[in-house]
């Protein structure tokens, strides 16, 4: 029968298409039936969400000890690929998948406390001697949603200069004070004949914190750091004259000083681009710190703070990632005996130093470890608060996500010459005036 | 058969009988492939942001109005019909090749083999970030094998120029999709009796005779429906264009399909995400209905 086989093909073509779509566009959640009510020990299960090999492996040892000492509990550590580990943690929470303890980051803590899928941990901060010693940056970022603890950094994330003392000193050059200076010396130091340049510029996924940032630091003390894409006096601070500066600074670091190349980059590429002596300078997070230490020789580099506005105003962000608890949990208790154990000052300090985090404990500030050497920067930012002025993350608008895409794609847009900077800050300018209406 | 008068069943016993036997397959794909597709199409129609899932709700073609009006829209259709195209017709030439070489014995035909199909066995995701690298500006191998070839004289940014970027994210595309023609047309040319070629032989048929006249009008059934297969594989295949240019720069490699994760990710939109979905869906009925029947839809493979 030529029509039915014809119909055949056809439905099942079209079946194929709509489920390869299908498969495209949702997650397969794909879970094991919940363990509850099993006798014992007690199974939770944990996922992470910012996952490397070498943390996965430290966070195994973590977990080994805890299951050491408390032999009624087996944890199973789900450790997604890092690019998408976010939506897999979202997507097991809105279908609430048999999780326990999760990764809650700065950037998602809002989207999760608003669809109620974290657990409030007051009922057991509030028993729990460690929290009393979690050092101000942590508890602000713990209790950053509704003033509750949603959860407990395990680590604080501040970025700085990284750089190469030994081209620097090759062209007579300080590290940089100032967002001028970075663009004097990345133009100095730019050889294209000996692929060598300036700067790992971050063109690709997550530069929006680059671009803002550098904008509140030309906005200087006109920022507010409470609501840091505002102004004190409650415009944007895309809507100046000084935000144009910024960014037209931000585009010519990369026009002299970037690789052509690192328009694209994100993370791994603007830290391999510094390791493999492509990029003289780098701004990144403390745990870049090991990794470079282990690729690049003593005496080659080193860190600075990161540089400042014309007035002398630097903006830092501070970022924070911890341990939360799924709000559906059959075994809170069990739950936040790993919360706990993870975020003891011992296991803290332990995970921080084998990362390259700040601690979040107030105990560990008196280390020598962050006292001296790479580290030195933070404790020196932190201490000069009339320079170094942390603001709020604006991580808590609900426009945040999709605000991270449109200034990536409209910043390489101004640098292929399709869109003029004054046509992009009115369009920055008109989004955030709208996310102000819209409310958190 | 049945002429006494009484009424014919609805169903007959082993109709019903076979429908039951039938459950436990019809069931998971109910259930995993139709009800997400429904629930896809009602989400194109809804309010639905992963941030805030407490205020769901209709929205009419609020979505679908979105999309459309998306400056970037001509590029991202433009894009998928290149990457389509480009990646089909060349993926399936070389895979062609590579099977007319593979489908006759000789020794280490195994290893080579094994070698070609190896890619089919990768992560998407994964070739994305070898290619990535590959094609970098400044470290990867492309531009290192291109100078010291003395074919170019500066580095190419293949990935941070817009007028190189489409056509990288292709040639990594080609590359992963050649195993599937190489393996599907390979079997299909092992199927062909040996008598043909025979037969061809004493008719004194020369080699590109006998790839018309018997190869390819065998294999024709097994072309036909591998083509139909991969143009909606390729059509919804965002892996690799997402780990190596997250659809930039500038938006300049961005097609339905990653569009619509770039909207999931970034925005946690499930509604826009939708629209795009369906849109998508719309696109492909088409282009199915409009292939089956072009070629016929009885030569489509043996079913």
């Known amino acids: 029968m030529r029509i039915g086989k014809k119909w055949f093909a056809s439905t099942l073509l079209l079946v194929t298409a709509l489920s390869s779509l299908t498969a495209c566009g949702s997650g397969t959640s794909s879970e094991g039936a919940a363990g509850s009510g099993s006798t014992e020990p007690v199974k939770i299960r944990m996922i992470e969400s910012l996952t490397s090999p070498a943390r996965t492996e430290v966070l195994k040892q973590m977990v080994s000890k805890f299951e050491e000492a408390n032999p009624g509990i087996d944890v199973e550590l789900i450790s997604p690929p890092l690019d998408s580990a976010d939506t897999k943690i979202a997507q097991m929470l809105s279908s609430k998948a048999d999780i326990d303890v999760l990764e809650v980051r700065d950037s998602t803590v809002k989207q999760f406390v608003t669809n109620n899928w974290i657990a409030d941990l007051s009922p057991y901060t509030s028993k729990w001697s460690g929290y009393g010693t979690l050092n101000a940056s942590a508890q602000m970022s713990a209790n950053y949603i509704e003033n509750k603890p949603y959860y407990i950094p395990y680590g604080l994330y501040e970025k700085i200069l990284f750089y190469r003392t030994d081209w620097f000193k090759e062209k007579g050059l300080e590290a940089p004070k100032t967002w001028e200076e970075l663009y004097a010396a990345a133009k100095a130091i730019t050889d294209p004949s000996k692929n060598r340049y300036g700067y790992s510029f971050r063109g690709g996924k997550g530069a929006d914190s680059y671009i803002v940032d550098m904008i509140r630091d030309y906005n200087g003390t006109n920022t507010n750091p409470e609501d840091a894409m505002f102004l004190k006096n409650g415009n944007t601070i895309f809507s100046t004259p000084e935000a144009k500066q910024a960014l037209e600074n931000h585009l010519n670091i990369y026009k002299d000083g970037s690789p052509k190349d690192s328009v694209n980059w994100g993370f791994a590429e603007m830290v391999e681009g510094f390791e493999a002596g492509v990029t003289g300078m780098l701004i990144q997070d403390p745990d870049v710190i090991d990794v470079v230490k282990q690729k690049m020789g003593e005496g080659t580099w080193s860190t600075a703070a990161i540089p400042a506005g014309p007035s002398g105003v630097t903006h830092y962000k501070v970022g924070a990632a911890g341990w939360g608890m799924a709000a559906h949990s059959e075994h809170k208790d069990e739950a936040w005996k790993l919360i706990e154990f993870l975020s003891s000052p011992e296991q803290n300090e332990f995970f921080t130093q084998k990362i390259g985090l700040i601690p979040v404990h107030t105990t560990a500030s008196e280390n020598e470890f962050y006292k001296t050497g790479y580290y030195k920067p933070y404790m020196d930012m932190n201490a000069d608060a009339a320079h170094y002025i942390p603001v709020k993350p604006e991580t808590d608008y609900k426009g945040f996500g999709e605000w991270r895409s449109i200034i990536q794609q409209d910043t390489q847009a101004i640098i292929f010459g399709r869109l003029s900077v004054d046509d992009a800050l009115k369009k920055w300018d008109a989004y955030w005036l709208d996310q102000k209406k819209q409310g958190k | ?303």
């Open chain 2, 1 to 303: 058969m049945n002429n006494t008068g009484v009424r014919k069943p609805r169903l007959s016993r082993t109709a019903a009988f076979i429908l039951f036997c039938l459950l436990p397959a019809l069931i998971p794909v109910l259930v995993l492939t139709y009800f997400p597709i429904l629930k896809g199409i009602v989400m194109a129609f809804q309010n639905y942001s992963l941030f805030n899932l407490n205020d769901i709700r209709f929205i009419g073609f609020d979505n679908f109005r979105t999309v459309l009006q998306d400056p970037n829209l001509p590029t991202i259709l433009k894009n998928t019909g290149l990457w389509v195209f480009i990646s089909l017709i060349l993926q399936f030439a070389i895979g062609f090749l590579l099977s007319l070489l593979l489908y006759r014995k000789f020794p280490g035909r195994g290893v080579y083999q094994g070698l070609i199909y190896y890619s089919w066995a990768m992560s998407g995701f994964l070739i994305g970030i070898i290619w990535r690298w590959m094609f970098n500006g400044q470290i990867g191998v492309i531009n290192d094998l291109l100078l010291k070839a003395g074919l170019i004289s500066e580095r190419i940014g293949f990935l941070s120029d817009p007028k190189w970027a489409m056509f990288s994210v292709i040639v990594a595309n080609i590359w992963y999709g050649v195993a599937f023609f190489a393996i599907m047309l390979t079997a299909a040319m092992q199927s062909i009796p040996e008598e043909l070629f025979e037969a061809a032989d004493m008719d004194g048929a020369n080699g590109l005779q006998k790839m018309l006249h018997v190869i390819i009008p065998y294999i024709l059934p097994t072309i036909i429906t591998t083509t139909a297969l991969r143009v909606i594989w390729i059509f919804n295949f965002p892996d690799i264009i997402y780990a190596m240019t997250n659809g930039g720069p500038a938006n300049s490699t961005h097609i339905l399909s990653t569009f619509m994760l770039d909207k999931i990710v970034f925005g946690g939109d499930y509604g826009l995400a939708g629209a795009v979905g369906v849109i998508s869906i719309v696109l492909l009925l088409l282009y199915t209905l409009f292939y089956l029947f072009a070629t016929k839809a009885s030569k489509a493979g043996d079913f």
